[in-house]
């Protein structure tokens, strides 16, 4: 199979308009919630979420769109400077995961959406419990059944305590759902009755204090596998080790990693946390001293909430410092090696619309008044915007990247290419580079050029044992000959340019590199060049070109690729 980067999707596109609005969401309506220190804000940015994600499935109705707009709400959630990441990018993960899959099994239907809705909203509970036991530990949960023990003897209650409090929250998470996915089906119903804005008013003027910028963070996968051991062993050591060793590995290694992670100290800061600390503390000498009696108990006892309490120091400055050290751009270019490999584009679009749709956001207030306009202000405003970049994409000119291993035959498929294009009445010019091999060994390669088909010796084997383009003398008749067949202006009139081949001397600005980028950008061309697998990614980079398409001669497929090219020609060429 030939490996293809495409053009973003629509279904991406409609995704990244879904994210975007969701991601506006979070930042500035939530950013109201938290400085007003309104209670469960948490469970209103779902709810408000969920609105968003259900109202706009009425008009778009593609499967697969609610997990990608939460993928990019996550990612978009991590731009941000907050201290901790992980746990509102797995919150709005999970959230999309659940509407998804309650629709793809229940339908678009009331039931899909309202199960959906009070899956999602539940999750906030179990990532809330689920988030308390990882930063304290097993002994929460002790300190949490004596406690409800001691009020089911104090209240005389006939029934299991320990349940109680978790089933009461989570019926009232259930029903928050539910009522947020009816908010959403009577928006959605209703945006459906009114068309489109036809004029869009300004959005507002965003009004922000200038700050200091952050100095660039130098990413490091060394220091991405010293976290993990660092953090790994920092919680065997509080689990196994006495107390003297925490004072010894735990607290230097916290500080060596907050200096490294400025932002890492934020939630240490907050006064929140060490009101918790002493919380927990308390807790735990009143609870384990009470369970063993003893003269050493409440020491033991107050020494277990301290051990609690590093543990959760050590979680939230280690997942601080993982959370930063995976936005590595290294480890954001894997997506374009997988399934994923349009994300990137996605997020492209939406992080140039997000500063439209956060000044377009109204207060909450507003939101709640009228949700539909809004709404309905906000997917226009958007989907313009995303619409005219579409246009754009389809409108630029395509980039075919025919890559393989040296000596795998890239020359002969080009060459293949060329005679089934010309088939075809397309006009194809530029280059092509004919090897020269004596005795079983390359000794050199000739330019041929493809309009006049004339061919011009260009590098020669010097003798030397080196690799690469070094072992060649250049020839600078084969080198003008290039140049010429490559120049812009000699190829206005053609279809097809080809360039054989774009390597090492290019990425050093070198070779044929002035002549790509002139016919990438002076030209209506199509262009098809050769790139050795290995410097793929690397050419892709240096030229600007993340939308082409990469073929893998390996695969064969000329036939179907001098098809498709032929009938890009012919498109481009009727009015």
């Not at 308009?17 to 220190?37: D, K, P, Q, Y």
């Not at 959406?113 to 930063?135: E, P, T």
């Not at 929460?140 to 006939?158: F, G, P, R």
Request: with cysteine.
């Amino acid at each position: 199979m030939s490996s293809e980067r495409t053009i973003i999707s629509d279904k991406w596109i409609r995704a990244s308009i879904i994210g975007t609005i969701w991601a506006a969401a979070e930042i500035v309506l939530g950013s109201f919630l938290h400085n007003m220190r309104v209670p469960f804000s948490g469970n209103l940015l779902t709810a408000i979420a969920l609105v968003i994600l259900i109202a706009v499935s009425y008009r778009w109705r593609e499967h697969g769109l609610y997990w990608r707009a939460g993928l990019i709400c996550a990612l978009m959630k991590a731009m941000s400077p907050s201290a901790i990441i992980f746990g509102p990018m797995i919150a709005i993960i999970a959230e999309s995961l659940l509407l998804e899959a309650s629709v793809r099994l229940l339908g678009r239907t009331i039931p899909g959406y309202i199960v959906g809705s009070m899956l999602a909203m539940s999750w906030n509970l179990f990532q809330k419990v689920f988030n308390m036991i990882i930063f304290y530990g097993g002994n929460l949960v002790e300190i949490y059944s004596s406690l409800t023990d001691w009020a089911e003897k104090q209240l005389k209650l006939s029934f299991d305590a320990f349940w109680a409090p978790l089933i009461l929250l989570l019926c009232l998470y259930a029903v928050f759902g539910a009522a947020a996915a009816i908010a959403g089906i009577i928006t959605g119903r209703r945006m459906l009755s009114i068309p489109p804005e036809e004029t869009l008013p300004e959005p507002a003027v965003i009004l922000t204090r200038e700050r200091k910028q952050d100095e660039p963070f130098i990413y490091s996968l060394t220091w991405l596998a010293a976290d993990i051991l660092l953090v790994t062993a920092m919680l065997l050591v509080v689990s196994l080790l006495p107390w003297i060793w925490w004072l010894i590995v735990v607290i230097p290694v916290v500080i060596l990693l907050a200096m490294r992670y400025k932002r890492a100290m934020r939630q240490l800061s907050k006064p929140g946390f060490w009101i918790t600390f002493v919380i927990i503390t308390m807790l735990s000498a009143l609870v384990f001293s009470s369970l063993q009696p003893g003269e050493n108990s409440l020491t033991e006892a107050i020494l277990i909430g301290i051990q609690m309490n590093f543990r959760a120091v050590i979680i939230i400055v280690g997942f601080s410092a993982l959370g930063t050290e995976l936005y590595n751009p290294k480890i954001r270019s894997l997506f374009s090696h997988t399934r994923f490999r349009q994300l990137p584009l996605a997020l492209e679009l939406s992080a140039a619309s997000l500063p439209t749709m956060i000044a377009d956001m109204p207060d909450l207030r507003t939101a709640i008044r009228r949700p539909v306009s809004i709404l309905n202000r906000m997917i226009t405003r958007v989907e313009r915007r995303l619409n005219e970049v579409s246009e754009v994409q389809q409108s630029v000119k395509k980039v075919f990247i025919v890559t393989g291993t040296v000596g795998e035959g890239k020359t002969a498929w080009l060459a293949k290419l060329t005679g089934l294009l010309t088939e075809k009445g397309v006009r194809a010019g530029g280059i092509l580079a004919l090897r020269i091999v004596e005795d079983g060994r390359t000794t050199g390669y000739d330019v041929s050029d493809i309009t006049s088909g004339k061919r011009t010796p260009f590098l020669r084997h010097t003798g030397s044992e080196r690799m690469g383009v070094e072992r060649f003398t250049v020839n600078d008749d084969g080198f003008a000959a290039g140049l010429r067949a490559l120049d812009p202006e000699a190829n206005r009139d053609k279809d097809v340019v080809i360039v054989d081949e774009i390597g090492p001397l290019e990425l050093r600005g070198m070779g044929w590199s002035e002549r790509l980028t002139g016919l990438l950008h002076e030209t209506g061309v199509i262009l098809i060049i050769a790139v050795r697998k290995n410097l793929t990614d690397a050419v892709i980079e240096k030229f600007g070109i993340p939308g082409a398409v990469v073929i893998d001669v390996a695969a064969g497929e000329v036939v179907r690729y001098a098809d498709q090219i032929a009938g890009l020609t012919h498109k481009k060429s009727t009015p």
